[in-house]
């Protein structure tokens, strides 16, 4: 079993930057693909960014050059830089962790960018 824990967000002026972090632990495969989706309210959910555990991403083309995804592999996170924060931006964040077979949530992390 796996588990995410992400942190980080908060309330933030359009033009802000906030950083998401999320945890991992459990029983981790060395492959795997980490990344952060997000849901706003009355939408589905989609991807932000993604990460392989060799380091390949890739971005939703509404993020590209504003936001960056990392990861360290020692201590299986997984960060979300996000710069140039704007409105269409608030959601509910959500770390996910893919292996062959399995796919694992976190709860979810709060970002909100005021006008």
């Known amino acids: 079993q796996v588990q995410l824990v992400e942190s980080g967000g908060g309330l933030v002026q359009a033009g802000g930057s906030l950083r998401l972090s999320c945890a991992a632990s459990g029983s981790i495969s060395s492959i795997n693909v980490m990344g952060w989706y997000r849901q706003a309210p009355g939408k589905q959910r989609e991807m932000v960014a993604v990460i392989a555990s060799r380091g390949n991403t890739n971005y939703a083309d509404s993020v590209k050059g504003r936001f960056t995804i990392s990861r360290d592999n020692a201590k299986n996170t997984a960060y979300l830089q996000m710069n140039s924060l704007k409105p269409e931006d608030t959601a509910l964040y959500y770390c996910?962790?893919?292996?062959?077979?399995?796919?694992?949530w976190g709860q979810g992390t709060q970002v909100t960018v005021s006008s």
């Open positions: 996910n962790l893919g292996e062959i077979g399995q796919n694992y």
